[in-house]
């Protein structure tokens, strides 16, 4: 497997050519089982390969578990500067239920152990669980922002069909907490993450001034990255075209590709400035700071107003959801909340 990362790393450089490398994330799936050794070797090789920023930030995801904790000082010796724990809840019953494999004391010794090691901590909470209360959520959320985290992802649980959980939920084996509530709960995030210092900087993501998430934020930004990896996806800029690319999603397979060919691409597609436009509208909007009109014509070659619904804006205006000035369009804080529903609405 890291023979053939380096392999498929390698093949994008050459293509790429040179560039400015920023950020390196290790996501999906569990990168924390990977020997420190291959990802030694990966950031080596990466920045080998293209000219590294010297405050370029390495993530690695990790899940709160005892053996991979343990590898953190490893990690931290093979370039790693940002750590991602998969926490998702501090309290027993839910990790149960969510069928995660660690407890919440793990998760407490694995953020403890990351503060250690790397100069900078994220962590994952998921909300809207079954029979979660404001108030419980409220002490949930102290007690993990008081672990001193410098960034927190927050996920709502949602039933995906063909799950165990939809199953189960199915049968009325649990209910999730209904709209108003879930909104409330949401709320509670903001206002409890800002008493620690820690500002809604995206719809999903909190962070203390300096601690957002560069990597994402490229994504948010509209900016090029280059997916390597068994189901990894990536948007480049090649020959002035702006590209869409998967890999194989199943390790085998996506192997045999890359010993064959060098990579293991399945889907290599040149988006249209209408499918390019859409997409840095789609993204753009999550972020607070929402999108600069010229930053998205410079990334898209579409002026902004022409990638949108006018009828649609006009009604988000007026009932609070965006914000129109000359130098950005944001949504509001309301606005973020119903994203889900305003976007596909709002991009032509």
Known sequence: ??????????FEAARIGPRRLTSIFFGGGTP???????????????????????????????????VEAGRFAAYAQAGVNRVS???????PAALALLGREHSAAQAIAAIETARAHFPRLSFDLIFARPGQSLAAWRRELRFALSLAADHL????????EGTKFHTLYQRGAFTLPDAA????????????AA????????VSNYAVPGGESRHNLSYWRYQDYAGIGPGAHGRLTLAGRRV????????????????????????????????????ALLMGLRLADG?????????????????????????????GYLILSETRLCATAEGRKRLDALLPALAL
């Open 1 to 10: 497997m890291a023979a053939a990362l380096r392999r498929e790393l390698a």
């Open 85 to 91: 724990v998969g926490v998702q809840s501090f309290e």
């Open 244 to 279: 869409a690319m998967s890999r194989h999603r199943a390790p085998e397979a996506w192997a045999d590709l890359v010993e064959a060919g060098g990579n293991g691409a399945t889907h290599e597609d040149a988006l249209t400035p209408l499918e390019q436009a859409r997409e």
């Open 153 to 160: 992802s927050l996920y709502q649980l949602t039933i995906e």
């Open 32 to 66: 924390s089982l990977m020997a420190p050794e291959s990802v030694a070797a990966l950031i080596a090789d990466a920045r080998a390969l293209f000219a590294a920023a010297p405050d370029i930030e390495i993530t690695l995801e990790a899940n709160p578990t005892s």
């Open 195 to 202: 008493s620690f210092g820690l500002r809604a900087y995206e």
């Open 181 to 192: 509530l879930a909104a409330d709960l949401y709320d509670e995030t903001a206002e409890v």
């Open 291 to 319: 999108i600069a009109p010229s930053h998205f014509r410079a990334r898209t070659g579409t002026r902004l107003m022409d990638a949108i619904d006018h009828s649609t804006l006009a009604s988000a205006i007026a009932e």
